[in-house]
């Protein structure tokens, strides 16, 4: 199905923008990401951003390169920033998959990734934005700063496409070592994802087995 070019209109120097003011951090000043809002005629300015990296109305976006986002899973910044932005109305983490896979290795095992990214969206409730690079950011920016001229929107799912027993297994799934098969012994077995969380190593090891150790040590960490 083609998509509308909502770029296809050129706009002359004098033509009214129809674009919210993007506010960027002043970190952010190294990015190609201003300059591509230049070219698209998006209106910015820098400021010091208490929290996130850009702010659209009340909007507040975190930006995580591939590679920064797993040095900041690893020293636990990244959990801290998602804590300071969900204090806005309204959150958004973007993730420039800008990786070369031929001279980049991923640092953390694909699991704790999915992990990540579903801990962040179901638990943290933050949407994930994954872009190209800083001028496909730049572009998703854009097109958010034009709606949010006139328009207030939200951002996350108005229709839950999974029944909370699928909910429920697809939050599992997001921890290392825990497959559907597993998750669906342990929802068996204890019936809530409350009673597993509160179960006991030794309760939990009869589905888990020497798992379980690192599975409740992960609870206790998230807690």
Do not use: W
């Not at 973007?94 to 290795?105: G, L, M, P, T, Y």
């Not at 095992?109 to 934005?129: C, D, E, M, Q, Y």
């Amino acid at each position: 199905m083609p998509f509308h070019d909502i770029f296809s209109k050129k706009e002359t120097p004098n033509q009214k923008n129809h674009s919210a003011k993007i506010i960027i951090d002043i970190h952010e000043k190294n990015s190609l990401i201003p300059s591509e809002l230049s070219l698209l005629n998006v209106p910015y300015e820098f400021q010091s951003l208490k929290i996130g990296d850009y702010l659209i109305n009340d909007i507040v976006i975190e930006r995580k390169s591939f590679q920064d986002l797993q040095s900041s899973i690893i020293s636990k910044r990244i959990f801290t920033q998602l804590e300071e932005i969900k204090q806005s109305p309204s959150q958004l983490l973007i993730i420039e998959n800008n990786q070369d896979e031929n001279s980049h290795k991923n640092i953390l095992h694909k699991n704790a990734l999915r992990g990540f990214f579903l801990s962040t969206s179901l638990i943290h409730k933050i949407p994930i934005l994954f872009t190209e690079n800083e001028k496909d950011t730049a572009l998703y920016l854009s097109i958010l700063a034009k709606k949010q001229q006139n328009e207030n929107i939200s951002l996350r799912p108005s229709k839950i496409a999974f029944s909370k027993e699928e909910q429920q297994q697809f939050i599992l799934e997001g921890f290392p070592n825990i497959g559907p098969v597993t998750a669906k012994k342990l929802l068996a077995h204890f019936k809530t994802l409350k009673n597993i969380f509160l179960a006991s190593k030794e309760e939990l090891e009869e589905i888990l087995g020497k798992k379980a150790e690192n599975f409740k040590k992960l609870l206790e960490y998230s807690c």
